[in-house]
Each structure stands twice: as C-alpha cells, then as structure tokens.
C-alpha cells in the first residue's frame, strides 16, 4: 500500500498562487508517475498534471503555462506550483500516484485538499 498526504491548498485570489505538495510513504518503489487530479462540484475527477520516474510531463489545456509539476524521489514528493490562478480553478486537488510492476498496475490517491480562487 501506498499512502498520500497532501498540504498547501487554500483561499487565494484570482491572480495568486499556490504550491500543493504530496508526499508518499509505506510500498513506495515501482513508482511509474506521480500527478494531480482536480474534481470541481458536480463535474467529473480530470487530470491537471502528471510526471513520470523519467521526468516527463503531461498538462491539462487549461493549466499550461500556469501550473509547473515536480517531482523529488529522494523525499517521494510531489509538488504542483499553480500561478495565475483563475476561479475557474477552484476544485478539490486529488494526488495520484500509479505503481506498476510486470503486468500489474495500481493507482493510490490522497485524500483531497480544497483549492479556492476567489476575490
């Protein structure tokens, strides 16, 4: 198993910033990607960013330009730099990471924190 403890979302208005950060712990290897999902009230769970163990990156249309993702493997952490923020942004902010070993393939998350863009 794999547990997620994420931190740093909040209340910033539009125009802000925020650093969202994930640290795993408990069966941490075979780790293939790390990344962030945000769910918005009444809408479905959508990939934001995402970072594989060899540093490649996927962004969300919507966030490019604005959202920076990072990874540190010696601290198995996670971290989403947000910038330029819009309210269109508000959303609970989900980490995920997917281990994969053979043909197994299993994805863990963390328990949400609540990002809020609003003046």
């Known amino acids: 198993q794999v547990q997620l403890v994420e931190s740093g979302g909040g209340l910033v208005q539009p125009g802000g910033s925020l650093r969202l950060s994930c640290a795993a712990s408990?069966?941490?290897?075979?780790?293939?990607?790390m990344g962030w999902y945000r769910q918005a009230p009444g809408k479905q769970r959508d990939l934001v960013a995402v970072i594989t163990n060899s540093d490649n990156t996927n962004y969300a249309d919507s966030v490019k330009g604005r959202f920076t993702i990072s990874r540190d493997n010696a601290k198995n952490t996670v971290y989403l730099q947000m910038n330029s923020l819009k309210p269109e942004d508000t959303a609970v902010y989900y980490c995920?990471?997917?281990?994969?070993?053979?043909?197994?393939?299993?994805?863990?998350w963390g328990q949400g924190t609540q990002v809020t863009v609003s003046s």
């Open positions: 995920n990471v997917q281990r994969v070993w053979g043909p197994k393939v299993a994805d863990y």
């Open positions: 408990g069966t941490i290897f075979n780790i293939y990607t």
